[in-house]
């Protein structure tokens, strides 16, 4: 990298390179291994893993440092600012069903390409990319394409690159490998306008791109089908995919020429107004250990999003709230990282961000985003908590946390229970529309699993409306005598309970009035804090219960 200018702001580059060393390390080291793999001094990787935690952007499990959801905050920033996901993301889909085939969206960056999208199949052979690793423009179908369009300096660069890293080490995302006579595979992309990868990333992988051009006939991103040697070679697949992959790239670039969206909402940094009474607090309870300079200039990426893909320094500060000095300096710091690319006066985010966190926390399933959450539950009420999700007409128990004590609640992962006869099932079958709630219950059989359990269906109809208004369940010695349980839903973004959180515990530990009034309101914390998580992280994916 170019030396620095005299404007950068050092204690932002440090931040920066601490994300990266943990994105490339899968998401988690330890203090001494962040000290080795970015040359910092150990006081400096304290200090930033400090600014970065009361961020929230990381959590410090002493010794270890790990990558939390909301670092994907400065992702979304990129990706909302893209417009693909939000676009294209449906199209993909669709077309994923159509051909029964994973299919992606890939953006260039450099003489590398970056996945944006996936559309992912299901089966045993599962194949799919991390969103934002950046993998060798040479070893991938969209490539070629890409490359198609390289400046003579591009092309220097990438045999630079290749000259010294013949291998791919550089590329933590993928496997080494050479991907030779990218040249000739170049040519034939420019001339046909697909381009295919015949296991160049990984033996058995199979795929065929198609550009989405702008108007000015320069490739925006590729689109790509992606398949398995169990099921295609390259030649076949391009045979059976490409005239229907062709048909939906018109369609995506049609929709690229409509009008931009509206400007969404900047990023869940503090408000502007309230951004400097923010740091200041940090930095009177963490002092030294609270680097503001780092927090701002991260801050500073959160200012872009949809509608907002290119903003003036000007809009930049008026986003954020920052001075219009302390904007410029994390601007041009964010430059010369490779963060954020300026045309006149504008500037805006590119693809580099994406290696902050995107990587490892764009697997990041609802049992991980749960976890720690239930751990801190615990530590507050001393009882048990799990994480549960409907699956059929049983529970199914994907993330738990149990206290240390001589007589607790033993239940292990996997464990599945009848949903209507628990307080996690009932929450979540009280989240159901009716229709599908009366179809649910005139199907399932109540027997009674104690002498407690409600098995009449117009009375656990009666039950699961009273859940539905109050938000909460209770189940009293109904699955299992002694044991009393209280639970609330976990809630997606368009606000349907995707699972639920609860705390179980025998009999004697607390009345049904203690339950509701000391356990009701931790619950709903808990909840709360795993649902924020869940937003910023599925904001341009879903995540898996497990």
Known sequence: ????????????????????????????????????????????????????????????????????????????????????????????????????????????????????????????????????????????????????????????AWRERRAADPEGLGFPGVPPGTGGRFEERVDRARTASWAVDDQLIEPGLVAVAVPLRDPAGLPLCALSVVSHTSRHSATSLREAVLPRLRAAATAMESALAGPPGAAGPAGSHPPELALAAWTSTSKQELGAEFVESLARGLTVITAFGPGRAELTLSAVAEATGLPRATARRALITLHHLGLVAAEGRAFRLTPRVLALGCPPLSRTTLSDIAAPHLAALVRTVHDSASLAVLDGDAIHYTARVATTRIMSVNITLGTRFPAYATAMGRVLLADLPAPQRAERLGRTALPALTPRTVTSPAVLTDVLDEVAGQGYAVVDEELEEGLRSIAVPVRDAAGRAVAAVNVAMHTTRRTLAQCRAELLPELRATAAAIEADLHVVNRFRRSSAV
């Open 1 to 156: 990298m170019s030396t620095a200018p005299a404007e950068a702001v050092g204690p932002l580059m440090r931040g920066v390179a601490v994300l990266r060393a943990l994105s490339d390390a899968d998401g988690r080291l330890s203090l001494g291994e962040l000290v080795r793999a970015t040359g910092l001094a150990r006081s400096t990787v304290d200090r930033v893993a400090a600014t970065l935690a009361r961020m929230g952007y990381v959590r410090l499990d002493a010794p270890a440092v790990t990558l939390a959801p909301r670092l994907m905050e400065l992702a979304n920033a990129y990706l909302g600012a893209l417009r693909l996901p939000a676009l294209l993301g449906p199209l993909a889909v669709q077309l994923a069903e159509e051909l029964d085939e994973s299919v992606s969206l890939a953006v260039p960056d450099g003489d590398g390409i970056r996945f944006v999208h996936q559309s992912t199949r299901r089966r045993a052979m599962s194949l799919t990319f991390r969103i934002g690793d950046l993998l060798p423009a040479e070893r991938t179908a969209p490539g070629p394409l890409f490359a198609a369009h390289w400046t003579p300096e591009q092309w220097a």
